[in-house]
């Protein structure tokens, strides 16, 4: 998506809903190349996901190798809604 296609989505008053929440799931590679899953505190700024770890988590040295991640932000009923992120 071009950044003025994302600016809008993230601008939808579902977005805003999620982005409002607090935790997310954050899907990363290890360095052993297996997938992680993990649940993250996060903020939204107005234009940036902003997450805190320790400085000596592990994520931090596989993300540094292959920064690529997925987000998820939803609610736990049904119908879900669902925020769906993928980046670098």
Not at 55 to 69: D, F, G, T, Y
């Amino acid at each position: 998506m071009r950044p003025n296609e994302i600016t809008e989505v993230l601008n939808r008053p579902l977005s805003q809903e999620l982005l409002a929440r607090d935790m997310t799931r954050l899907a990363y590679v290890a360095r052993d190349g297996t997938p992680r899953n993990i649940p993250i505190v996060f903020a939204w700024n107005g234009s940036e996901i902003v997450m805190c770890t320790p400085k000596n988590a592990p994520k931090l040295k596989a993300l540094s190798e292959n920064p690529m991640v997925a987000l998820t932000i939803d609610t736990e009923v049904h119908p879900p809604k669902i925020l769906l992120i993928r980046d670098r």
